[in-house]
């Protein structure tokens, strides 16, 4: 008989989920969207939207962790020891790929809850190649190799802002931290005019904070601790799209988890979204090229998301709202590999463009010019 709890969380992580979904596809958010708008276009509304997101998260986890309801310890964000390796790399790898998609875990999801079959092929892909490389073909590698190359946190204290400045300083920091960092993030966001007069995506960047909130605190609460170990989780989409193809194909009783019904969630939410504004309408590969870069970028994102401990919402918004010090890492190189993946994608070749970069760095002038 499945734990109770398990099938319980599971409901929950639906329900969280597509409401993200929901909210997310009404919004029209797209976190490389986001980085392309601002790093190509100079627009940085909807990446000002994302910050506001980890505002509202991390005031609201942080207030969950002072009130004693939520342990930053029991969680996977803040190890005492940092993989900067493996995440320098991973991160890398996930912006390449994402750009190559267009969109990351999270939009594949949403995109294919309006009909997106492209999106169905690119979350096959990058669910198997992450779950190859959480415990598959590539996890001794990742283990052994990659995360072997950690910095060691002082005194093994906890990987996290509030607890590297408790130490410093001799007290406790971390409301202070929490304040300045979610207010400011969120001050950011209502001071750009036109977004105060856009309530859509105000409202879609909110949500997306709160509903991270409400996922640690229904791990927290509802998690049986004679059944399992309580490990506290919230919105992530590389892992627990893996884990939820493992579950369709060899054991049902893999549903019963929080991220694998907050997959299910984002594709019911998003096709809720989606029906209501009359925009369901199925989408596949313009040609033989197109297909070859989403399986190539879903391959990357599904590698190089584990590598670097979640996605763009696993890092950047739910790592970000514990305060990991993971979060800088990932989400700076996540927006390294996306500009790369972009000037691929717009300049040339990924072959041409290592070329060039080689030609740069030896002073010498690329033959093609």
């Given at each position: 008989?499945?734990?109770?709890?398990?099938?319980?969380?599971?409901?929950?992580?639906?329900?969280?989920?597509?409401?993200?979904?929901?909210?997310?596809?009404?919004?029209?958010?797209?976190?490389?969207?986001?980085?392309?708008?601002?790093?190509?276009?100079?627009?940085s509304?909807?990446?000002?939207?994302?910050?506001?997101?980890?505002?509202?998260?991390?005031?609201?986890?942080?207030?969950?962790?002072?009130?004693?309801?939520?342990?930053?310890?029991?969680?996977?964000?803040?190890?005492?020891?940092?993989p900067?390796?493996?995440?320098?790399i991973?991160?890398?790898?996930?912006?390449?790929?994402?750009?190559?998609?267009?969109?990351?875990?999270?939009?594949?999801?949403?995109?294919?809850?309006?009909?997106?079959?492209?999106?169905?092929?690119?979350?096959?892909?990058?669910?198997?190649?992450?779950?190859?490389?959480?415990?598959?073909?590539?996890?001794?590698?990742?283990i052994?190799?990659?995360?072997?190359?950690?910095?060691?946190?002082?005194?093994?204290?906890?990987?996290?802002?509030?607890?590297?400045?408790?130490?410093?300083?001799?007290?406790?920091?971390?409301?202070?931290?929490?304040?300045?960092?979610?207010?400011?993030?969120?001050?950011?966001?209502?001071?750009?005019?036109?977004?105060?007069?856009?309530?859509?995506?105000?409202?879609?960047?909110?949500?997306?904070?709160?509903?991270?909130?409400?996922?640690?605190?229904?791990?927290?609460?509802?998690?049986?601790?004679?059944?399992a170990?309580?490990?506290?989780?919230?919105?992530?989409?590389?892992?627990?799209?893996?884990?939820?193809?493992?579950?369709?194909?060899?054991?049902?009783?893999?549903?019963?988890?929080?991220?694998?019904?907050?997959?299910?969630?984002?594709?019911?939410?998003?096709?809720?979204?989606?029906?209501?504004?009359?925009?369901?309408?199925?989408?596949?590969?313009?040609?033989?090229?197109?297909?070859?870069?989403?399986?190539?970028?879903?391959?990357?994102?599904?590698?190089g998301?584990?590598?670097a401990?979640?996605?763009?919402?696993?890092?950047?918004?739910?790592?970000?709202?514990?305060?990991?010090?993971?979060?800088?890492?990932?989400?700076?190189?996540?927006?390294?590999?996306?500009?790369?993946?972009?000037?691929?994608?717009?300049?040339?070749?990924?072959?041409?463009l290592?070329?060039?970069?080689?030609?740069?760095?030896?002073?010498?002038p690329?033959?093609?010019?």
């Amino acid at each position: 008989m499945q734990n109770l709890s398990g099938w319980m969380l599971a409901l929950v992580g639906f329900a969280i989920g597509a409401a993200a979904g929901f909210f997310v596809r009404h919004a029209r958010l797209c976190s490389f969207g986001a980085i392309e708008d601002a790093l190509v276009g100079g627009d940085s509304r909807r990446l000002r939207i994302f910050g506001l997101a980890l505002g509202v998260a991390i005031v609201g986890t942080q207030a969950l962790v002072i009130g004693g309801l939520l342990d930053p310890m029991q969680t996977s964000y803040t190890p005492s020891a940092i993989p900067i390796f493996a995440i320098a790399i991973g991160s890398v790898m996930f912006g390449i790929g994402m750009a190559w998609v267009g969109t990351c875990g999270f939009g594949s999801l949403v995109r294919l809850g309006a009909g997106d079959l492209r999106s169905l092929v690119v979350l096959i892909v990058l669910g198997a190649t992450a779950y190859a490389t959480l415990r598959g073909v590539f996890a001794n590698f990742r283990i052994v190799i990659l995360e072997s190359l950690a910095v060691a946190m002082p005194d093994e204290i906890r990987s996290d802002l509030a607890s590297l400045a408790a130490r410093m300083l001799g007290f406790d920091v971390r409301a202070i931290i929490a304040t300045f960092i979610g207010g400011g993030l969120c001050l950011l966001a209502f001071s750009h005019k036109k977004l105060r007069h856009s309530p859509r995506l105000l409202s879609g960047g909110v949500a997306l904070g709160m509903l991270t909130v409400a996922g640690w605190a229904a791990t927290s609460w509802i998690g049986d601790e004679f059944a399992a170990p309580i490990r506290p989780q919230s919105l992530t989409f590389v892992s627990t799209v893996g884990k939820a193809f493992y579950s369709a194909l060899l054991s049902t009783a893999g549903f019963a988890d929080f991220g694998v019904g907050s997959v299910l969630g984002v594709v019911a939410g998003a096709f809720l979204a989606a029906w209501r504004a009359d925009e369901l309408q199925w989408e596949a590969f313009d040609d033989d090229r197109e297909m070859r870069r989403h399986l190539g970028g879903a391959a990357l994102m599904g590698i190089g998301g584990i590598l670097a401990g979640g996605c763009t919402i696993g890092q950047g918004i739910t790592a970000g709202s514990m305060l990991s010090l993971s979060w800088p890492f990932a989400v700076g190189g996540m927006m390294i590999g996306a500009r790369l993946g972009i000037a691929t994608l717009i300049d040339c070749a990924p072959r041409e463009l290592l070329a060039r970069g080689w030609a740069s760095l030896l002073g010498r002038p690329h033959p093609s010019k």
